[in-house]
T-cell receptor
Framework: GAVVSQHPSRVICKSGTSVKIECRSLDFQATTMFWYRQFPKQSLMLMATSNEGSKATYEQGVEKDKFLINHASLTLSTLTVTSAHPEDSSFYIC??????????FGPGTRLLVL | AQSVTQLGSHVSVSEGALVLLRCNYSSSVPPYLFWYVQYPNQGLQLLLKYTTGATLVKGINGFEAEFKKSETSFHLTKPSAHMSDAAEYFCAVSDLSCGTSYGKLTFGLGTILTVHP
């Protein structure tokens, strides 16, 4: 089956630093990838839709200047949390695939900002 | 706008008992429907999906779900629970309406399934 990887799986940052999270589709090409955020004991909230070769589409309330998304190739999308603060601590999950039928999810990245 | 309601944030069953996780949705157009499972500190794994055709769909690990349009429901069932089924389960709908929302998933709040011996 389709495999999506994320790196890093876990990261701890100091407040004010930036952190980049990579999402890769390992055995298929994805023109569209999605970035989600999941707070403890809550559901996944879509942050943005990442389109290869074009600007990402952000959901309402998501700061595009804070969460920079780059989708430079058909197998890689990156999410950069700029000037991270403790309230950005969360579980970030990406997905890729043939929307609307199937999205394959990465294993997630747990970000802790101290 | 679409929405998904999962009735019961926690469900507890005995090993070998029937598992029933409820999901109701609202959508302006008939959506695609999904059930995902999430184990602690992991991403989501697709259990099963309904797109078109047979309304009773079978997934992995012995799970199945039935799409009932009249009830706008897509409940997940498994005849006999196993200890390894303990996880959090999310119901989701995919937006098929024209426009920028096409293909986006809307998730329910999740149901934590506990299986006790």
């Amino acid at each position: 089956g389709a495999v999506v990887s994320q790196h890093p799986s876990r990261v701890i940052c100091k407040s004010g630093t930036s952190v980049k999270i990579e999402c890769r589709s390992l055995d298929f090409q994805a023109t569209t990838m999605f970035w989600y955020r999941q707070f403890p004991k809550q559901s996944l909230m879509l942050m943005a839709t990442s389109n290869e070769g074009s600007k990402a589409t952000y959901e309402q309330g998501v700061e595009k200047d804070k969460f920079l998304i780059n989708h430079a190739s058909l197998t890689l999308s990156t999410l950069t949390v700029t000037s991270a603060h403790p309230e950005d601590s969360s579980f970030y999950i990406c997905s890729a695939g043939a929307a609307p039928e199937t999205q394959y999810f990465g294993p997630g990245t747990r970000l802790l900002v101290l | 706008a679409q929405s998904v309601t999962q009735l019961g944030s926690h469900v507890s069953v005995s090993e070998g008992a029937l598992v029933l996780l409820r999901c109701n949705y609202s959508s302006s157009v008939p959506p695609y429907l999904f059930w995902y499972v999430q184990y602690p500190n992991q991403g989501l794994q697709l259990l099963l999906k309904y797109t078109t055709g047979a309304t009773l769909v079978k997934g992995i690990n012995g799970f199945e779900a039935e799409f009932k349009k009249s009830e706008t429901s897509f409940h997940l069932t498994k005849p006999s629970a196993h200890m390894s089924d303990a996880a959090e389960y999310f119901c989701a709908v995919s937006d098929l309406s024209c426009g920028t929302s096409y293909g986006k998933l809307t998730f329910g709040l999740g149901t934590i399934l506990t299986v006790h011996p």
